[in-house]
Every structure is written in structure tokens, then in C-alpha cells.
């Protein structure tokens, strides 16, 4: 999992964009998921955060290994936000328009309080 940790890491700063898939053109939250799983782990996903939460392996948030889906209700719905765990408390992730691909703490308040918990899409 490291290497699928390493680049997502990688492609911090890349703008989002509404449906967006690809470093070119910029991520939405699920396309960038789905992007880093298929070019690390050659792992196709489900185009959206909903269709996400229904794959793989439920987990308790002190499961959580660096590679785990974290969710969040973010737009009002549940499962509207996916990222990416990376270790140490923190997950990367793609935003909403007008920012970029950035980690966060899942500690902070605004995400704990939107958190919907977490899926292990690998063993």
C-alpha cells in the first residue's frame, strides 16, 4: 500500500473538477480514488462515492490501514465524499471546486463530524 500512498501524495496541488478523472484535467473526489487505484493496483472502482461505499470491506475507524476509503456526508447525503487513508490520522483527498488535491486531519471537527466510515478495498 505504500506505493498506492506515495502517489496519491504525489498529485497534491492538482486542481479539482466537477467529474474530472485524470492529472491533466483535474479530479473530483471518486475519479481521483478510482485513478489511483487503477494506476497503482490496476484496481478498476466505481465511478462514484455512493457506488464506492458499497465495495470491498466495512471498518472501524481503528482498523484503518494507509490505502483504506474514508467517507464522508458532505453535500447533505451520506457517502457524498470518498479519500484516500494515508496513516498517522490524515487522508488526501480532492475537495471542492476552487481547491486542490490536499491531506487533512480526519480529527478536525468539520470531517468527524461528516464522517461515514470506511472501506478496505484490498486485503
Given at each position: ?107 478536525e471537527r ?8 470506511a472501506r478496505?478495498?484490498?486485503?
Amino acid at each position: 500500500m505504500n506505493e498506492l500512498v506515495m502517489y496519491a501524495m504525489s498529485l497534491a496541488d492538482i486542481p479539482y473538477r466537477y467529474g474530472g478523472a485524470s492529472p491533466d484535467d483535474g479530479f473530483d473526489c471518486s475519479g481521483f480514488v478510482g485513478h489511483v487505484f487503477q494506476h497503482t493496483l490496476k484496481i478498476t472502482l466505481p465511478r462514484t462515492s455512493r457506488e464506492l461505499s458499497r465495495v470491498g470491506k466495512s471498518l472501524k475507524s481503528e482498523q484503518l490501514r494507509p490505502g483504506d476509503l474514508v467517507f464522508f456526508n458532505t453535500l447533505d447525503r451520506p457517502y457524498s465524499h470518498v479519500g484516500i487513508f494515508v496513516g498517522d490520522g490524515k487522508f488526501v483527498h480532492s475537495p471542492k471546486t476552487g481547491s486542490r488535491i490536499r491531506v487533512e486531519k480526519l480529527g478536525e471537527r468539520y470531517w468527524t463530524s461528516r464522517y461515514n466510515g470506511a472501506r478496505r478495498i484490498r486485503a
